[in-house]
């Protein structure tokens, strides 16, 4: 019979609550099946917040996977409408690149016909146009500046390397046009122009072999070409005066002048101040009276000049 009391006693679990306002003690009894069903609970319980833990966990992890994916393939998207858009510009560029070197090649031809037609023949067609192909010079002067200007634009807009591949005849041609006289030489409005006229003093009709061009009194008087002086000095009517040679036959005359800059033997270059404007030698008021001469005959001097 004590045996079998102690094998009951065995499968029981006693809790024995002591509370503090009373003296009365309380025991639970827990039995054995009771007691595994308790651990049982505790255990799945347990396993279940765990569970719930890992998969949130997982889901938290997922979460910023795909945000980093998302991101990715913007950036992605970005990278290939930029590489795209690159595509566009290499393509584009290239095909300029064509144009250009096209553009350059039949400039380069044209620049050789024109520089051994004015400056190898060492301005032959000067003498020819007081001829009757007396328009000729000054045409095709007009367009070698044209020319040279739509080259400009060219060379502006492309690197150093496509400038070294231009050809000697055309570095010839702007020395050409350097020391050819198309600077205005003094800011003002022509007052008298080149041909016959009536003589300001005894109104006798008179050639009038260049130009006037009235301005203040003490302006800046600029070299229309690069030269080398070949007078600076008082020359009667022209009173203070400058005469420059340009070379292939071509001078400038520069009179009336209050004050010469530029001396005589000295090299000049186009746009460099040489006198100021005066009225000396035989004039009626400040002006300056401007020539220009090919082979020693005096020409119009507008045909020259740049267009205002």
């Not at 009391?5 to 006693?14: N, P, Q, Y």
């Not at 979460?63 to 566009?88: G, I």
């Not at 150093?160 to 003094?186: G, R």
Request: net charge positive; glycine share 6%; aromatic share 8%.
């Amino acid at each position: 019979m004590r045996k079998t009391s102690k094998t009951k006693r065995d499968k029981c679990l006693s809790i024995i609550l002591v509370p503090h306002s009373t003296n009365e003690i309380k025991t639970i009894k827990i039995t054995s099946v009771r007691y595994k069903l308790y651990i049982l609970s505790t255990i799945a319980v347990t396993f279940t917040i765990c569970i719930g833990l890992y998969f949130a966990s997982i889901i938290h992890t997922n979460k910023a996977l795909k945000s980093a994916l998302d991101e990715a393939n913007n950036k992605n998207k970005e990278q290939t409408t930029l590489l795209a858009q690159n595509a566009q510009q290499i393509s584009d560029l290239l095909e300029r690149e064509k144009q250009y070197s096209k553009n350059i090649s039949d400039f380069s031809e044209k620049y050789k016909q024109m520089t051994e037609n004015f400056v190898d023949e060492n301005m032959e067609n000067v003498t020819a146009s007081r001829g009757s192909s007396g328009r000729s010079f000054i045409e095709n002067a007009s367009e070698l500046k044209k020319i040279l200007e739509h080259l400009q634009e060219i060379n502006d807009s492309k690197d150093s390397d496509v400038t070294n591949k231009l050809s000697d005849s055309e570095k010839k041609l702007q020395t050409y046009i350097e020391y050819f006289p198309t600077l205005w030489p003094a800011n003002g409005i022509i007052s008298s122009p080149f041909g016959y006229r009536a003589d300001p003093f005894n109104s006798s009709e008179k050639r009038h072999q260049g130009i006037d061009i009235a301005a203040q009194y003490g302006e800046n008087i600029k070299a229309s070409a690069s030269g080398k002086v070949i007078l600076s000095a008082y020359n009667g009517n022209y009173g203070n005066c400058i005469i420059i040679n340009h070379n292939n036959g071509i001078t400038t005359l520069y009179a009336h002048a209050s004050s010469l800059i530029a001396k005589e033997g000295q090299t000049v270059k186009k746009g460099d101040i040489i006198a100021k404007v005066g009225s000396t030698g035989r004039s009626t008021g400040p002006h300056l009276h401007f020539e220009v001469r090919i082979n020693g005959t005096p020409e119009d001097p507008v045909k020259y000049l740049d267009k205002k």
